[in-house]
């Protein structure tokens, strides 16, 4: 069974699209939370203050969760893949 992963995410981020594409890639299915760009810096509404808050204050996207756990942005998932340590994660 795969793990329950959730990406906080926002339009045309590379970062998230690359980090989108290795999950699908794998075949993990993911919740995606959409953060407009407009709104990280006016105001932290709802769902980028809910991020920041998960991780640790991070506030950049993606901030990537599995099973709950902070895993990070792309630069973590990517780490965790060449380690081999990506798949045992999401439970793969």
Known sequence: MSAQVE???APGCPYCR???RLLREKGVPFVEH?????LFWLLPAG?????KERSGG????PQIFVNGRHVGGCDDLMA???AGQLDGLLGI
């Open 80 to 82: 965790l893949e060449r």
């Open 58 to 61: 991070r506030d950049t996207v």
């Open 18 to 20: 690359r980090a989108k």
């Open 47 to 51: 769902t980028f203050r809910e991020m």
């Open 7 to 9: 990406i906080y995410s």
């Open 34 to 38: 959409r953060l407009y760009m407009a």
